[in-house]
């Protein structure tokens, strides 16, 4: 029972933990659906290059809502693919807490942070300019449309009941949406958090540990978990120097908190939401491959 009821209570802090970003996001969306129109969309079009350098810099903070927020703005083609990326790659998650509470040199950290940021943005950029040219060949609408609507369609928030746009009636759609993520959230996060109680964290500690090269594999895999105990566990494995800089990197890249859990939730095309995990693995576990070949450490 005591078991069980660490589970509960880590769930549902976790899932806590989100509902503020969630919330303001929505708020956001919502805003930009009622009182913007055109406007919200030239503005996208104008600033949407420049999106993975502000991904990769604001993913850096450790709040995994941010990653969640990023997947509703995708969701909502407010972002593009290449920025969404970026923030997933760069978020840090719980990482810079735990590194703090073990009096880690400040200017490590720092480092890390950094590195995660500079392959987040460079990452983004190269998927943006990859999507462009593909689209541009196929000659495919480049300037993906804003499509909030579609978001609200999907989570029956009847939005379009109040059509004038006012506050009450934004901040009650908003509640909607935030309070249809979080549960969808806190039950999954319910369910992941007693499979890892089920395997152990030692055993997969033990698995890490065993193999250098499958290492980056599974530390990415681990890094799928959208929970906070697969940062915890790669993290502290590193800090007891059981793995390399470039295998707790494969994890931390991978990791995008709740991110990917909400994506799946918000965004309707499945087989894009499964080809984006993917990505993101490849590139994570890439990355973290190549920091060990090149020696990398700080």
Known sequence: ??????????????????????????????????????????????????????????????????????????????????????????TSDEMIPLLISEHFPVGTMIKILALKAVIGIIAGFAIDFVVHRHHKKRGKNIDDPVRIEKLCEKEHCHCEDDEDGSLFGIAKSAFIHTMHIFFFV????????????????????????????ASHLLAGLIGLIPNCAASVIITELYLEKMITLGTM????????GVGLLVLFRVNPEKKENIGIAILLFVIGTFSGLLLDILGVNF
């Open 1 to 90: 029972m005591e078991i069980a009821f660490d589970i509960i209570v880590d769930a549902v802090i976790d899932s806590l933990k989100i509902l503020p970003f969630l919330f303001v996001t929505y708020l956001i969306m919502e805003y930009l659906e009622h009182k913007t129109g055109d406007f919200t969309e030239e503005i996208v079009k104008r600033t949407e290059h420049f999106g993975p350098l502000w991904g990769g810099l604001i993913g850096i903070f450790p709040q995994c809502g941010f990653s969640a927020a990023a997947s509703n703005l995708y969701a909502g083609r407010i972002i593009t693919l290449g920025t969404l990326i970026a923030i997933y790659l760069s």
């Open 186 to 213: 806190l039950v999954l996060t319910l369910a992941l958090g007693a499979i890892i109680h089920l395997i152990g964290e030692e055993n997969l500690s033990t698995l890490l540990k065993e193999n250098p090269v």
């Open 249 to 256: 990197m494969s994890g931390l890249l991978v990791g995008a």
